[in-house]
């Protein structure tokens, strides 16, 4: 594991946060390279059940160190309340460390957030409204404040009244009040003392890791179905959970990446808008959800469900190069006599597609070809070995590493994290 990327092979939602607190066991760093706190990682283990929108999930384990990248937005108030939340459950902070590069979400990226979203009409998106999408906006044309920024405060005041100008501009064209820039200055500056000390240059710390092969865990947030390039655009995050951005995000060069672990459950869930094809709106979407409890951990949003989609994780896989799949939550499908994976779509046209994704307008007239599969109707939860699996698991299992042309390399039979084993 010298250097590993682990990304999510679907719409988000995939379980990634076991899987890094998994393999965060072994790790010396752990990096979150993309998003903000639009998404959250649920992890559960001997500190209790902990949804984490930005710190690493490497963070539960002492030895580890956890860096929040330069590839994410970070608002400075929900980081202090996520790490008042761990403290308070014992977990020690002493390894977080924060990238000066890494953008901040400030409060009016909020505001504009859900005065755009109300100004979009019938047509939203289903943004979260945290402000990720107008503070990576703001990083792209270059008003965006950056944590670093905090510990520079005549810097931090020329560039704040800067972006205020743009920013009111357009709190005033969407109908809302402008914000005041000295209270939000001082803000800042309670940020400053708060958090300074944790604000660093990552890269000496991270030349060292590679210098002395350091075991790197690079973690990204969402899917490749929600990438801004890649995704079902404009449903789509503001970055790039790929793992093509994952070493710039962590700040690391591109030639270190050894490995990238695909995660993906075992049936399709998917949180927002868009076309999503292989959505349930039956009784066994909604059986489904509440199995697997598919309720979003930042929003509480109801999760859209379905069963597995091979096009996807076809497609996942290849455009990040996957060299191993997590399959998480097998244990929801316990219970089925029948199960069903997406093997292509039929579009409007007639067309089949069954090796890549249609781009968005196709997407949404796509209808899934199914192939039917045998259910185990026994519990996996207790299986800790491969060969512990009832064996119409085994081969289901099977069959998604074949979709994805990558073999299967760790299973989840559960929340715990020693109900997850490797193939």
Not at 183 to 199: K, V
Not at 239 to 256: E, H, I, K, Q, Y
Not at 343 to 356: E, I, N, S
Request: glycine share 10%; hydrophobic share 40%; net charge negative.
């Amino acid at each position: 594991m010298p250097v590993t990327a682990v990304v999510g092979a679907q719409w988000g939602d995939e379980g990634k946060g076991r899987i890094i607190d998994y393999l965060a066991q072994q790790a010396d760093v752990v990096i979150r390279f993309q998003g903000g706190d639009n998404a959250g990682h649920t992890v559960i283990n001997e500190f209790g059940k902990h949804a984490l929108h930005l710190i690493p999930s490497g963070i539960f384990n002492p030895q580890t160190v956890n860096i929040i990248g330069s590839g994410c937005v970070v608002n400075p108030q929900s980081l202090l309340d996520e790490m008042a939340t761990l403290e308070a459950a014992g977990v020690g902070l002493e390894n977080l460390w924060i990238s000066n590069r890494a953008q901040m979400v400030m409060s009016y990226h909020r505001l504009i957030d859900a005065l755009e979203e109300t100004a979009r009409g019938p047509d939203t998106i289903g943004t979260t409204k945290r402000g990720i999408g107008p503070a990576y906006a703001d990083k792209a044309t270059r008003a965006g404040l950056r944590l670093g920024d905090l510990l520079q405060s005549d810097w931090l005041e020329a560039r704040l009244d800067g972006a205020l100008r743009q920013a009111n501009e357009r709190i005033r064209i969407l109908g809302g009040d402008a914000v005041d820039g000295q209270e939000i200055f001082a803000q800042l500056m309670g940020f400053r003392d708060r958090l300074g000390h944790r604000i660093i240059d990552t890269v000496p710390l991270l030349r060292k890791a590679l210098a002395t092969d350091a075991r790197i865990l690079l973690e990204g947030q969402l899917g490749v179905m929600r990438d801004l390039d890649w995704g079902i655009y404009p449903y789509v995050t503001s970055s790039n959970p790929t793992a093509s951005f994952a070493a710039s995000g962590a700040g690391l060069p591109a030639r270190t990446l050894d490995a990238v672990i695909g995660v993906v459950k075992a049936y399709s869930t998917c949180v927002g808008d868009g076309p999503f094809p292989v959505e349930l709106h039956d009784a066994t979407g909604a059986r489904l959800r509440e199995i697997g409890q598919e309720f979003g951990a930042t929003t509480g949003r109801p999760r859209r469900c379905g069963w597995f989609d091979g096009v996807a994780i076809n497609y996942a896989a290849w455009l990040n190069g996957m060299t191993a799949l997590a399959v998480t939550k097998l244990d929801v499908l316990d219970t089925f006599a029948e199960l069903k994976i997406c093997t292509g779509y039929r579009l409007a046209d007639g067309a089949v597609v069954t090796d890549t994704m249609p781009d968005t307008a196709l997407l949404n007239q796509a209808t899934p070809i199914y192939e039917t599969w045998e259910g185990w109707q026994s519990s996996s939860a207790d299986c800790r070995r491969w060969d512990d699996l009832p064996p119409q698991a085994r081969r289901y299992i099977d069959r998604i590493g074949q979709l994805a042309d990558v073999p299967v390399r760790y299973v989840s039979v559960g929340a715990e994290r020693d109900q997850m084993f490797e193939v």
